[in-house]
């Protein structure tokens, strides 16, 4: 492969032939003085004069340095610099004019400013010190204050084309939608809607020397005509009807990728269309760039494997530049080990980076792991105590909810659901949400067609009101924890099956044994779809039609496998490691979630999607716990019940030696009470039987196991248990 440039400068020339050779020499000189990598590209825009003969003359005179790209018209400035970016094997590109009133030398100063400062993009400023105070000059004064107020920005020389910035930052920032004549004017005005930042270097501009501006005159009048009908058209696109930043939907663009009706839509388009425009009053949150994100996971799964690891690359490293420049916590680590943004160019980088624990982000939570500027109000608070018994807390901005629930509609789709279908959900609806949020989610259920069974009272009273309920709504998908599905199959299996068979189950949070899987696709009449997930990313892999191994999101997540830090090898069991590459509030890189799964091979799946894969997942084993009176609960519910008690309970663990009773092994938290201990003793009873017995034992620390997890419950209980569930023994001996 071509090894990668510090930097390439892209030159639009049009009719330009006496100022090339010389901005030739100060470009390269430029180059040599900062001791960077670099190339120039020249692009001819359709020139009438000898412009395209003098870059192929200095295309000779410096092979390698000079590049040049050619266009049979002209086709605007725009283009050139598309054209000359895509051609680009710069890391880093920077755009001049050809006619040598920005002076080439200050390229460094910008080059500068980008590392020394981490921002997105660097804009050199029109000084006015020695410009002539012309008509144009008052024109784009007056063009510039219009900008800065339509946008709300505060550039001295919002229209200023002299702009240095990551390759991929531009290619994002010239993807514009609309037909302008003058696009160029909006170079600022774009980065500044898809949120990159930005900082201005104050430059001298001189005096044309050579060739004449297609600006001189009365033209300057007629372009500023147009570029008031061009406002109009910005304001629509970049404020009015603006799309989410969607670096993925930039890539299908940029590779002609179509993007075609997902599924969902195409099936119940009214429906669907009617569920969008409510979506807002059925979420908290998250927006209708739901149907956004959509589209394009439905287009970038059929990526090629290639392709996808590209996508990731360049997701990355734009985190990267992100957590460096606003994230205190990454840049101290990155300072420490003496490495800049520039240094992570793919994940065959990820390996220099330091791992990320959940005791780092509790202990940085409130000091320096969010993002510089987060407004707690346009960010969730995600707690869980997860499967470690240990609360947790960690944020999630809008748009990664946005790409979460995207995600998760694509995964289930791959089991032949579509939206509308009737679903089930064997899961708790509202426990630990406030009444708002619990409307809500009734709303959506009523939309998407989705019955929640609480799957926290397991009687046998109340699986066959599950029984029936099931057999009355016929569901196309069976949601629910793996647990829940194979003792509701051992309840099936006895009372005669189900009148009803759905398409498909997915089941999530329990490693799903083989001998389990079994089961419960013998009982239920369909496949099982296993999803792997956690509470800080959602939905992380699933099993598509082909069933053979999990599908990453890649499109969200980078996920490593790793065995005393290299690759595991395939069939070879690695701990997982994962990269959000959404969440920018609070990134997560190199995140040691505390799985272990098992590698495959490179191959891609069988289904014919991109998405790397990964095998079984191994670690998360949880145990139900048997109550009083024919109840039972999985290890789950803890979870969910006591995460808001973190305040008083730094760390518990739920074990079960003897029917009836439990010990509730519990860390004390900062703020602990007797009062409060009653009142969480009472809401277990509540759901596993008054007469429960619970052993309380206050202890310094909870052991861990391999995986570094502190497991939430484990039962111990003798073989009288499986009365319940009598292949139990056999699941747990498989």
């Not at 990551?166 to 980065?191: C, N, P």
């Not at 398409?503 to 369909?526: D, H, N, V, W, Y």
């Not at 305040?647 to 079960?656: D, G, H, P, S, T």
């Not at 310094?700 to 111990?716: C, F, N, P, W, Y």
């Amino acid at each position: 492969m071509t090894p990668q440039l510090d930097l390439s400068v892209v030159v639009p020339c049009f009719n330009e032939e006496f100022n090339i050779a010389e901005l030739t020499e100060r470009i390269l000189g430029v180059l040599d003085t900062g001791e960077l990598t670099g190339e120039l590209i020249l692009v001819d825009d359709g020139s009438k004069d000898g412009t395209a003969d003098v870059i192929r003359q200095q295309m000779e005179k410096h092979p390698a340095k000079v590049v040049g790209q050619f266009h049979d018209g002209n086709k605007g400035i725009t283009e050139a610099w598309r054209t000359g970016t895509m051609a680009a094997r710069g890391a880093v590109v920077c755009v001049i004019d050809a006619d040598l009133q920005y002076r080439p030398e200050d390229i460094l100063r910008l080059h500068r400013t980008f590392r020394d400062s981490s921002v997105d993009v660097v804009q050199g400023w029109r000084s006015p010190a020695g410009r002539a105070r012309d008509q144009r000059y008052w024109l784009s004064r007056g063009f510039n204050k219009l900008l800065n107020n339509a946008f709300g920005m505060q550039l001295r020389d919002n229209k200023s084309g002299f702009v240095l910035c990551a390759k991929e930052t531009f290619l994002d920032i010239l993807s514009y939608r609309g037909t302008y004549a003058y696009w160029q004017s909006f170079i600022m005005v774009a980065a500044h809607a898809k949120g990159y930042s930005y900082r201005e270097v104050e430059t001298l501009f001189e005096a044309r020397k050579q060739g004449v501006s297609f600006l001189e005159n009365t033209a300057a009048y007629k372009a500023a005509a147009r570029s008031f009908v061009d406002l109009g058209k910005a304001v629509w696109e970049y404020r009015v009807n603006q799309e989410p930043n969607d670096i993925a939907r930039q890539y299908l663009r940029r590779n002609n990728v179509e993007i075609t009706d997902p599924p969902s839509r195409a099936a119940r388009p009214a429906r669907f269309r009617a569920y969008m425009n409510t979506f807002s009053q059925t979420h908290w949150m998250i927006t209708k760039n739901v149907e956004h994100y959509y589209e394009t996971l439905n287009a970038t799964q059929w990526l090629s494997p290639a392709q996808m690891r590209e996508l990731q690359d360049e997701k990355l490293r734009r985190l990267i530049r992100h957590a460096y420049r606003s994230v205190p916590y990454y840049r101290a680590k990155m300072q420490e080990a003496k490495l800049h943004p520039e240094d992570i160019r793919g994940q065959a980088d990820l390996h220099r980076l330091p791992f990320l624990t959940k005791s780092d982000v509790r202990q940085h939570l409130h000091f320096d792991m969010m993002q510089e500027g987060t407004s707690y109000g346009d960010v969730l608070k995600i707690s869980t105590s997860g499967s470690t018994g240990e609360p947790f807390v960690c944020y999630a901005d809008r748009s990664q909810l946005e790409f979460r629930w995207a995600a998760t509609l694509r995964s289930q789709e791959w089991t032949g659901y579509r939206f509308g279908d009737p679903t089930v959900r064997l899961w708790h609806q509202t426990l630990g949400m406030s009444k708002s949020q619990a409307f809500k989610e009734h709303a959506d259920a009523w939309f998407a067609d989705r019955t929640f069974i609480p799957i926290f009272e397991m009687t046998d009273a109340k699986l066959e009101e599950m029984a029936q309920l099931l057999e009355a709504k016929a569901p196309v998908l069976i949601d629910g924890y793996a647990e829940a599905f194979d003792f509701l199959a051992h309840f099936l299996k006895s009372r005669g099956g189900l009148k009803v068979s759905p398409k498909a189950l997915m089941s999530s949070a329990q490693t799903l044994p083989r001998k389990s899987r079994e089961l419960i696709e013998s009982t239920f009449g369909c496949k099982v779809f296993d999803k792997y997930g956690s509470r800080e990313f959602s939905g992380i892999a699933y099993e598509s039609e082909a069933h053979n191994g999990h599908l990453v999101v890649a499109e969200g997540y980078i996920v490593e496998l790793l065995v005393d830090g290299r690759p595991a090898k395939p069939g070879e069991v690695g701990e997982v490691v994962v990269t959000d590459l959404n969440n920018f509030c609070m990134p997560f890189i190199r995140y040691r979630i505390g799985d272990l799964a098992a590698a495959t091979d490179d191959a891609p799946s069988s289904c014919g999607r991109g998405l790397p894969r990964i095998g079984d997942i191994q670690g998360r084993v949880q145990s139900i716990i048997q109550g009083t009176e024919g109840h039972f609960v999985p290890g789950t519910f803890f979870a969910h019940a006591l995460k808001e008690y973190d305040y008083a309970i730094k760390r518990f663990q739920v074990v079960q030696d003897q029917p009836g009773a439990i010990n509730f092994r519990m860390v004390k938290g900062s703020r602990y009470s007797d009062e409060t201990l009653e009142e969480v003793k009472a809401l277990i009873r509540e759901y596993l039987g008054d007469k429960l017995v619970i052993n309380v034992d206050f202890v310094d620390q909870i052991e861990m196991v391999r995986t570094g997890k502190h497991l939430a419950s484990i039962s111990k209980l003798p073989i009288d248990f499986q009365k319940k569930a009598p292949a139990l023994a056999a699941q747990k001996a498989g």
